[in-house]
């Protein structure tokens, strides 16, 4: 890692994580294969501080510690990437433990929990399914029809007045990391 940092992916440690690596990672992983409309990816980086947005707007009196397990729900992907659900299914079960191994380490390294209440993960998956469903439409190509039936129709009240706009890695990664202070 940039930090110096060794991880070992197959048997992770919470000491070996640090969250200037997970904002510079996820900053510059792209959401979408890199498929997506702008003058930059659209990354992991971005579309975390935007879910972790949407959980709060539709979560509004949630405690700060699952609003940091929001911006987290896509931390392991600052070292395992990105992929689309369908390369996920057909890696098959190793990915999920792998991601699940990663997460454990990650919850714990910030003081979350090393498995969120069943609850909480079904709140985040919301608001997660509902960022994918806008940058699906938005920067990502597809119509509403398209989206409704990979995400979900959302409700319209759920939808927030928002034009999605790619930025910058390091402006994200500024961004990802001001969240971070901010809930932590």
């Known amino acids: 890692?940039?930090?110096?940092?060794?991880?070992?992916?197959?048997n992770p440690s919470p000491l070996d994580i640090e969250i200037e690596d997970i904002a510079h990672g996820l900053a510059f992983v792209a959401r979408w294969n890199g498929q997506t409309k702008g003058d930059y990816p659209y990354s992991v980086a971005e579309h975390s501080v935007?879910?972790?947005?949407?959980?709060?707007?539709?979560?509004?009196?949630?405690?700060?510690?699952?609003?940091?397990?929001?911006?987290l729900h896509d931390a392991p992907e600052y070292v395992i990437?990105?992929?689309?659900?369908?390369?996920k299914a057909a890696?098959?079960?190793d990915y999920g433990e792998l991601d699940a191994r990663l997460t454990a380490a990650i919850h714990t390294r910030f003081?979350?929990?090393a498995e969120i209440p069943d609850v909480i993960k079904k709140q985040i998956k919301r608001a997660d399914r509902l960022s994918a469903w806008l940058e699906a439409v938005q920067i990502a190509g597809f119509s509403e029809a398209e989206?409704?039936?990979?995400?979900?129709?959302p409700v319209l009240r759920d939808l927030p007045n928002r034009i999605l706009k790619p930025h910058a890695p390091l402006v994200v990664k500024g961004q990802f990391l001001e969240r971070f202070s901010d809930l932590s």
């Open 1 to 10: 890692m940039l930090s110096g940092r060794r991880l070992d992916l197959l």
């Open 50 to 71: 935007f879910v972790e947005e949407l959980f709060t707007r539709l979560n509004p009196r949630t405690d700060r510690k699952w609003r940091l397990a929001a911006l």
């Open 81 to 87: 990437g990105d992929m689309i659900s369908p390369v």
């Open 91 to 93: 890696v098959g079960p």
């Open 111 to 113: 003081g979350l929990p």
């Open 147 to 153: 989206a409704n039936s990979l995400f979900g129709k």
